[in-house]
């Protein structure tokens, strides 16, 4: 690491500089008649700051000294690089274990920790992997491959497309299953993308994250990774699913079909819930247990449709108290081809925007409604506003989750011929995104009620 | 020689580090109070740790074992006083700044350097007593010191740590730990001394002022289990031996003292088995499986084992014959210490060794076809272990590793206070502990200002307290000491500041009445800081005498919810007033008129006792002993006319 991007600015970098340390090197701060010894710590991940040098003493501990003109900084030792030990790479391949393919994307599944820097750095190869979760050799033959790396809130629609390709070439070396490993943020937007992208998949794909990330001893990614792992070698199932905690003890996981799972926690380990229907299977040590029959079971010969493209202009429009005609016009003037309305209640949005809607449909733009509410189904005909935004051309999106319908919105219009036929698929269910029954289990945001 | 000398000799070096609870508002790390509690909690859930690769390689070799046997953890929680940070289901919150001050204040009265900027670290620990696998730590200050008599002991830094979650149980069957969260993340504020401590009476002094400067800021809890020290003691060729968790502030010197003994005892050993010219290599025996030779045995232990399916095996420790049953410390020998290990490592019950057998029911000739069995000589010993096979290995493995650390002298551990000050093997010392940055807590800055405000609102200590009290207040220096170190501190502040109070009769009531009220059975912990306060009002405005105070005390315990008036209705213990005593008097002095003509100024001593018994604790026994003198001069004066 270079200074430049050790976090380190101002009188400190100039300090640091003149005194030509580097990150990692052993330093001495003569300051205010004190003399401090230690590791020269970057400071990116703790705040830029331009006054105060961080060291790491030899009890381990790190500490910052604020500087000024007149302290005095110099480098005595520089950092040894430290050289991995040379580990014996992956185990041969176990005949009776199943082939399991691991896709990296980024998120904190696979990262170890730099115990010097403190820098958290993503774990990729297969040999990382057996490093952070070496039972993992006991439960599949991995094949481990870096598709990208990135955090997953900057995950753009032609991600999408680039992990469905990824997939797909995974799928056609035959394995038994696929993994992909996702930052938890958009986890469960990608895997409704994912479920439009990828159809008639012979074997189950599941994508799976981690709310604590591995460095710690406390982490969920080992046992979501080895649940997942073991899920898609075994499960007689085949579509793409969310495998993760299923309560705040580690003892079992869910699988979630991909189009109805949303994080409903900022930072629980079972944050993911599925809305509006039951997750599908149990996992936990001694088995899998279904809990609701999958789209389709496990047949190697099926032959995969892929269909990867998605228009990203389209977006989620939240209405609110105060919200102005304006919000629609400029996404219309803008050339978005498609809004979902996140809307109150059963579907409404305040009647001083309903001829911006209308403005926006006679424009083309497709305008889909789902509700704030999360939980439930629209439904645009109690209310008298409803029905006049129903006129409009307005499509309910029944018990579909807002991101679905945003993801759909997005594959249908770059994959149907015309607006007609978006507008007419866009309230049907393609990948069990709708369920026209809602049962009463089907609703708990309590996970003790699970 | 002296103790000084004797320990100067063997070359005893004592390290401190004091960990005090702070008694703040809210947690190190979290907005929950800092409560600890005995009733039922609201829920559980189950968890497991795994030991995180460290790119600088070791993983904690007691962490890895643990793991390995698929160590679960039970934690308890509570819903209003612990959160989802404690169960590790959210990112920590910034650092207690209350937690912060109270350290600056520490670093002030050591005359410690505060760093500019606090930076917490994650230290790992995947005991299970940490939810999330580690303990969130800083330095606030280094540097410094303290004088314990004259002698000047160094401070090495003063930290601020989360406090570990509180053991409830081990469940052996279920393989898993219980722990409880409400004291995880409680703030401690460490103290830790350089090894400048060179006797075991030191020590205990040294923790002593520590743990008094601590109580000065005012901010520390109080009660068992809120100080716990770890104690590094090492001798001149033996090893430093930290002593975790020990609370009996006053065993500290006999704490030390035995360390130093059992480090001088093994380096005994290590010069005997050296003697006898025994190397490391040659303790190589494979642990044996001897259950034959106790097949028709009348000991019940191994009666039991053999029938539970358990095997007996035995191991040859060479030239070890007469060591293992050497004592190092009371009721702690070299065997003690060899069992310690296996019951670590192997999770067995004990072990058995030839120094003390024949014994437990096992015979004589049992022992010798074990000794032919193993092929050990007469200078060798033999242990055996009862238990299912691999659990047999196991321990007897870890027997033998630690009889060849004998030989090497005093082993590196980690150990565990006894009740007796002796210590048993906790388990190995962790090497350098592996810390890395707590990147979810932005630093901390400290700038000058709060420094300033720190100094300017420096609490007074509890030595320079003392002093005041002898000189403003004119307490003994006992009872001065003794109040500056009491709960009621506070209490007699705060009534000596609010009304004109004899001192040393407040101090005394608040120390010695309540105390000897408490030992006839009184339920003194009814008394509410209230109490006291409404009864020396009526002392100052002198309703009240003071030999009253105990009768009135014990009303008020019995009947927590009266007040003052009520408790000098009840015990008709209200001062009376001048007239009525002249009247008692006059009536007393009348009643005796011949015994007071007779005795003349003598009588006074004789009719006191009448008069105290008539008016007791109704009026201070210097007023009664004022008019009872006038009465008696006023008759004798009548008389001589």
């Not at chain 1, 070439?169 to 958009?186: N, P, R, Y």
């Not at chain 1, 247990?289 to 998605?310: C, G, T």
């Not at chain 2, 406090?163 to 149980?169: G, S």
């Not at chain 2, 003994?261 to 290590?270: A, G, K, T, V």
């Amino acid at each position: 690491m270079t200074l430049d991007d050790s976090g380190y600015r101002g009188l400190v970098l100039e300090k640091l500089s003149a005194a030509g340390a580097k990150v990692g090197d052993t330093i001495t701060i003569d300051h205010q008649g004190r003399e401090y010894v230690g590791i020269l710590m970057p400071r990116a991940q703790v705040g830029r700051d331009p006054d105060h040098v961080v060291i790491k003493l030899v009890s381990g501990y790190n500490v910052g000294i604020r500087l000024n003109e007149l302290s005095e900084i110099h480098s005595i030792k520089s950092g040894r690089k430290r050289k991995r030990p040379a580990e014996k790479t992956t185990s041969k391949a176990q005949s009776d274990l199943p082939t399991v393919s691991i896709l990296s994307t980024g998120g904190t599944i696979a990262s170890k920790v730099d115990y010097q820097t403190g820098a958290v750095n993503p774990a990729l190869s297969a040999q990382d992997l057996y490093d952070t979760v070496p039972e993992l050799k006991d439960h599949a033959n991995i094949h481990a491959r870096i598709v990208m790396s990135v955090f997953s809130e900057n995950i753009q629609p032609a991600d999408w497309t680039k992990i469905a390709r990824s997939v797909s070439s995974e799928i056609k070396k035959s394995v038994d299953g696929v993994v992909i490993a996702h930052g938890t943020d958009t986890l469960g937007i990608t895997s409704a993308a994912l479920a439009f992208a990828l159809q008639d998949l012979p074997v189950p794909v599941v994508l799976v994250g981690s709310q604590r990330s591995s460095d710690r001893p406390s982490s969920d990614a080992a046992m979501n990774l080895i649940r997942a792992t073991d899920f898609v070698g075994h499960a007689n199932a085949a579509e793409i699913m969310v495998v993760m905690h299923g309560q705040t003890d580690d003892t079992f996981a869910y699988a979630h079909r991909g189009t109805r799972v949303r994080k409903c926690h900022t930072s629980r380990r079972d944050a993911f819930q599925s809305v509006n229907y039951s997750p599908l299977f149990k996992i936990d040590e001694t088995g899998i247990a279904e809990l609701s029959a999958p789209l389709l079971r496990r047949n190697p010969d099926r032959k995969l449709k892929m269909k990867p493209k998605f228009d990203d202009r389209v977006t989620i429009v939240n209405t609110s108290p105060g919200i102005k005609p304006d919000v629609i016009d400029s996404y219309v003037d803008s050339g978005y081809r498609g809004l979902v309305l996140a809307g109150t209640g059963l579907g409404h949005a305040p009647e001083h925007i309903h001829s911006a809607l209308k403005r926006a449909i006679d424009a083309g733009v497709i305008v889909a409604m789902t509700s704030q509410c999360i939980w439930g189904r629209v439904n645009m005909n109690v209310y008298r506003p409803g029905v006049e935004m129903l006129e409009m051309g307005v499509i309910p999106c029944e018990n579909m989750l807002t991101e679905t319908a945003t993801v759909k919105l997005m594959w249908l219009l770059a994959n149907t011929k015309t607006v007609e036929k978006a507008h007419a698929a866009m309230s049907e269910c393609i990948v069990g995104e709708i369920s026209m029954r809602t049962e009463q289990s089907e609703y708990r945001i309590q996970s003790e009620a699970c | 020689m002296s103790d000084e000398g004797r320990f100067r000799k063997i070359g005893l070096m004592v390290g401190l580090e004091l960990h005090q609870q702070l008694n703040t508002s809210r947690k190190l790390f979290c907005h929950c109070p800092t409560v600890i509690r005995d009733d039922k909690p609201d829920g559980g859930f189950v968890r497991r740790l795994r030991p995180t690769q460290s790119e600088m390689g070791a993983v904690d070799p007691a962490a890895l074992f643990e793991f390995q046997r698929k160590k679960k953890f039970y934690y308890e929680y509570y819903n209003d006083t612990t959160c989802l940070v404690e169960a590790d289901e959210e990112p920590p919150h910034n650092l207690c700044e209350e937690s912060i001050d109270v350290a600056l204040t520490m670093a002030t009265f050591l005359g410690s350097s505060p760093l500019d900027e606090i930076h917490a670290m994650r230290k790992i620990v995947i005991d299970g007593s940490n939810t999330t696998g580690f303990q969130r730590t800083a330095i606030i200050a280094m540097g410094g010191k303290i004088l314990v008599g004259t002698k000047e002991i160094g401070i090495l830094a003063i930290s601020l740590e989360e406090d570990a979650a509180r053991k409830i149980a081990d469940d052996d069957k279920e393989n898993m730990k219980m722990y409880r969260l409400d004291r995880l993340g409680i703030p401690l504020i460490e103290i830790a001394t350089a090894p400048d401590i060179e006797t075991p009476s030191q020590a205990q002094e040294t923790a002593l002022a520590i743990g008094l400067l601590l109580r000065s800021t005012g901010k520390v809890k109080r009660g068992l289990g809120t100080i716990r020290q770890d104690v590094n003691v090492s001798i001149k060729g033996g090893a430093i031996i930290e002593i975790k968790g020990f609370q009996q502030l006053d065993m500290l010197s006999t704490l030390v003292e035995l360390e130093a003994l059992r480090q001088e005892r093994l380096l005994e050993i290590r010069d005997a088995l050296h003697e006898r010219n025994i190397s490391p290599k040659q303790i190589s025996s494979e642990p044996t499986d001897i259950s034959d030779i106790f097949a028709g045995s009348s000991s019940k232990m191994i009666k039991k084992a053999l029938k539970a399916g358990h095997a007996i095996y035995g191991v040859r420790l060479p030239g070890f014959a007469g060591l293992v049953g050497r004592e190092v410390q009371p009721e702690r020998r070299l065997g003690t210490e060899l069992s310690d290990y296996a019951k670590f490592w192997g999770d067995v019950g004990g072990i058995f060794h030839t120094d003390e057998l024949p014994g437990y029911g096992i015979s004589a000739q049992e022992v010798a076809q074990l000794r032919e069995a193993v092929s050990a000589g007469s200078q060798d010993a033999v242990v055996i272990v009862a238990a299912p096979m691999g659990k047999c290995v196991d321990a007897l493995e870890a027997v033998v590793r630690r009889a060849r650390e004998a030989i090497e002298g005093v082993p590196a551990e980690t150990r565990t206070p006894l009740p007796n000050g002796t210590t048993k093997y906790a388990r190995p010392r962790p090497g350098a502990e592996r810390m890395y940055p707590e990147t979810d807590v932005r630093p901390v800055k400290i700038t000058p200002s709060r420094l300033k405000r720190i100094r300017k609102n420096l609490p007074e200590t509890l030595d320079s307290k003392e002093k005041r009290f002898v000189k403003d207040y004119g307490l003994s220096k006992d009872l001065a000491s003794q109040m500056v170190r009491s709960l009621n501190l506070l209490l007699f502040e705060q009534i000596m500041s609010e009304m004109e109070v004899p001192a040393t009769l407040l101090a005394v009531t608040l120390e010695n009445t309540v105390v000897s009220l408490h030992r006839d059975g009184v339920p003194i912990e009814r008394l509410e800081d209230n109490h006291f306060r409404q009864l020396f009002e009526c002392v100052t405005k002198t309703e009240v005498s003071p030999d009253a105070i105990p009768a009135i005390l014990t009303h008020l315990a019995n009947n927590p919810t009266s007040g003052i008036q009520d408790a000098l209705d009840a015990t008709d213990l209200g001062k009376i007033d001048t007239t009525e005593i002249e009247n008692v008097v006059r009536e007393i002095v009348e009643d005796r008129i011949d015994f007071v003509r007779e005795q003349g100024e003598r009588a006074l001593g004789g009719l006191m006792g009448v008069a105290m018994k008539r008016l007791r604790g109704r009026a201070d026994g210097k007023v009664i002993k004022k008019h009872l003198a006038a009465e008696i001069q006023r008759v004798l004066t009548s008389t001589e006319e």
